[in-house]
């Protein structure tokens, strides 16, 4: 079973905070990886919100390729941070030679180009980088966004910290925004895209459990648009699902639970919004799950969601203090971090319910 946990501070968090979430519920992971997205970021980022932001880990040839389609496109590099590398002997990990974290300027015929112009070039960049990285075996894009950094490895939890000297907070590498997970992807291969969170433009999600309607979402959505790639996790679909829902349909976030776990026929018909979710039902029925899963996701507008299977059969639990919440899978991890909270307060939502932190901390449930 994974562990996966979400953080939302009104502060700037290093990832050191993850890794600890993390720790607490060591018993529920395998050590066979760690990953992690930060968004809103702070730091070293801070002044550069509105620029795109690559993260991805190459060999030194996949680092020339990915540098020469960037130039060749347009893009010129503004800033560059590299990890605090340890190569500390002994430690569990399956290291890449080059990890690449760059903001770069759009180019120049897309300075006064519209916020969905940006979009569409950022995407066709990241497939591009990703296909001639994946063709020459070169290395692996996790994200090619806006205010977004995104780190994945093979190995333990622990010793990954360790080799990126991420254990000791600093102010360089912050943002108000971490989603994290260990253990690798074990039902198929593993492989570094198949760990989550996953991150499509500007949505993440990371799940617990699995998704055993898997092949029926995979073939329906690789029809539905070109970012929808990769397919190494059945737990990607959820993530798919959600962008889909919401970035494309431009529908309100409660019509994912009844997308993705429909009521049933009986309690359909006895509401008044039956219409609605009849046709949600009959229409995307390929994209409906199955199987113990729980999924957190955060949204552009940097909101935080969490949504069960139908029988919430995966923990999860929602912490808060004044400043920060946390969703992760075993309350000892908020115990570690937030030990003066308020307990009679978490939230262990239901398999009805879709629970939202909005961007102010402010925490909504809204039952399906």
């Known amino acids: 079973m994974c562990r996966i946990g979400a953080i939302k501070s009104k502060n700037k968090l290093h990832p050191s905070i993850a890794l600890k979430l993390m720790r607490s519920q060591q018993e529920g992971h395998d050590d066979s ?39 060749e496109i347009g893009f010129t590099r503004v800033m560059q941070w590299s990890p605090n590398i340890n190569h500390q002997k002994g430690l569990k990990i399956e290291a890449m030679p080059n990890y690449m974290f760059e903001v770069v300027q759009y180019p120049k015929s897309y300075r006064h180009a519209t916020k969905e112009e940006k979009e569409e070039l950022l995407i066709d960049t990241a497939i591009r980088l990703r296909k001639t990285l994946e063709e020459t075996n070169s290395g692996f894009v996790y994200s090619f966004w806006p205010d977004t950094l995104t780190l994945k490895e093979i190995g333990s939890p622990k010793d990954i910290g360790t080799y990126f000297d991420l254990w000791e907070g600093n102010k360089d590498l912050t943002s108000s925004i971490i989603t994290a997970q260990c253990r690798q992807n074990t039902n198929y291969d593993i492989v570094r895209y198949a760990a989550h969170p996953f991150f499509l433009e500007g949505y993440t999600g990371l799940v617990n459990g699995e998704n055993t309607f898997y092949e029926k979402n995979k073939y329906y959505q690789q029809r539905l648009y070109k970012g929808y790639m990769g397919f190494e996790s059945d737990s990607q679909c959820l993530l798919y699902t959600l962008h889909y829902i919401h970035k494309i349909l431009k529908w309100p976030i409660q019509y994912f639970k009844h997308t993705i776990t429909p009521l049933g026929y009986d309690e359909i018909i006895k509401r008044e919004d039956s219409e609605i979710l009849l046709r949600i039902k009959a229409s995307l029925a390929h994209l409906e799950i199955n199987g113990p899963n729980t999924l957190l996701a955060v949204t552009p507008d940097k909101e935080l969601i969490c949504v069960c299977d139908s029988k919430k059969l995966r923990p999860i639990v929602i912490g808060r203090d004044k400043d920060t919440v946390i969703m992760t899978s075993e309350v000892v991890g908020i115990n570690d971090l937030l030990p003066e909270r308020d307990i009679s307060q978490d939230i262990y939502p239901t398999e009805h319910e879709t629970v939202i932190v909005k961007d102010d901390l402010t925490v909504e449930r809204w039952q399906q």
């Open 33 to 71: 990886g760690f990953a992690f997205v930060m968004q809103d970021m702070g730091g070293l980022f801070e002044n550069y919100k509105d620029l795109p932001l690559l993260s991805m880990a190459a060999t030194v040839e996949g680092t020339r390729l990915a540098e020469d389609i960037l130039r």
